[in-house]
């Protein structure tokens, strides 16, 4: 929320392009950003009126986010396709299903900084594997991108990681460098029978201020990824 300028810092300052995000116009900073929070909010309309955030948009533009997010076959197997109606918090909708279409509305009108909070956390497996897919060519279009993810899983290909402690900045490196500080630091006691991991403890959202921003105040250990 600090990202997206939701929340104002209490300290520090959150910047976008060196330009305090406070101080962009919300409809030109809209337009260059795409969010899927952790508990994705539809509204009453049809499919196509919330990939398109509720306003004016082509038949073209709309698909083209859908497909951008593996979620145009998903939407035409619903009774109506992209015409399907919807009520708040996406009734008649499962948890992935509203997941996979908040992302199809976070990819809508290419955006230059995507932020995904635990965008994978009410997916199956072939759901994740749709997201994966959409995050790869999202990186390669030169978005870039900040995940908060518990499931590590999200984080394959980012660049860096940021992990915090009681909202603290423990760690902050390559994503292979961070990672093998975290496999060393799993207790050398651990049953003999829990498999081999190289993330023990959860990892979720809250940076102290970066070239990007953000702050929080969730406890435990965190980590952020970025790819760009």
Same mark, same amino acid.
């Given at each position: 929320?600090?990202?997206?300028?939701?929340?104002?810092?209490?300290?520090?300052?959150?910047?976008?392009?060196?330009?305090?995000?406070?101080?962009?116009?919300?409809?030109?900073?809209?337009?260059?950003?795409?969010?899927?929070?952790?508990?994705?909010?539809?509204?009453?309309?049809?499919?196509?009126?919330?990939?398109?955030?509720?306003?004016?948009?082509?038949?073209?533009?709309?698909?083209?986010?859908?497909?951008?997010?593996?979620?145009?076959?998903?939407?035409?197997?619903? *009774?109506?396709?992209?015409?399907?109606?919807?009520?708040?918090?996406?009734?008649?909708?499962?948890?992935?299903?509203?997941?996979?279409?908040?992302?199809?509305?976070?990819?809508?009108?290419? *955006?230059?900084?995507?932020?995904?909070?635990?965008?994978?956390?009410?997916?199956?497996?072939?759901?994740?594997?749709?997201?994966?897919?959409?995050?790869?060519?999202?990186?390669?279009?030169?978005?870039?991108?900040?995940?908060?993810?518990?499931?590590?899983?999200?984080?394959?290909?980012?660049?860096?990681?940021?992990?915090?402690?009681?909202?603290?900045?423990?760690?902050?490196?390559?994503?292979?460098?961070?990672?093998?500080?975290?496999?060393?630091?799993?207790?050398?006691?651990?049953?003999?029978?829990?498999?081999?991991?190289?993330?023990?403890? *959860?990892?979720?959202?809250?940076?102290?201020?970066?070239?990007?921003?953000?702050?929080?105040?969730?406890?435990?250990?965190?980590?952020?990824?970025?790819?760009?």
């Amino acid at each position: 929320r600090l990202l997206v300028g939701v929340w104002s810092p209490g300290a520090g300052k959150v910047r976008l392009d060196n330009i305090d995000v406070f101080h962009w116009n919300r409809r030109d900073f809209g337009q260059h950003l795409g969010y899927l929070p952790q508990d994705v909010e539809l509204f009453a309309g049809t499919i196509r009126e919330n990939i398109a955030r509720m306003g004016e948009a082509s038949d073209d533009q709309v698909i083209a986010a859908a497909q951008k997010a593996n979620a145009h076959d998903l939407i035409l197997r619903l *009774p109506e396709g992209y015409d399907t109606k919807i009520g708040p918090g996406g009734v008649g909708l499962s948890g992935g299903q509203r997941q996979r279409i908040g992302l199809a509305r976070a990819l809508f009108g290419a *955006p230059k900084l995507l932020i995904l909070d635990e965008p994978n956390s009410n997916l199956d497996t072939e759901g994740e594997a749709a997201l994966m897919d959409a995050l790869k060519s999202a990186k390669a279009d030169g978005v870039t991108i900040v995940i908060i993810a518990h499931r590590p899983s999200v984080l394959a290909f980012v660049d860096k990681m940021l992990v915090l402690r009681d909202g603290m900045v423990e760690m902050f490196g390559d994503r292979n460098e961070v990672l093998g500080k975290l496999t060393r630091a799993v207790p050398a006691t651990a049953p003999a029978q829990a498999p081999a991991t190289p993330i023990a403890q *959860p990892l979720g959202p809250t940076p102290g201020e970066t070239k990007k921003g953000g702050s929080g105040n969730n406890d435990g250990d965190k980590a952020i990824g970025n790819a760009s």
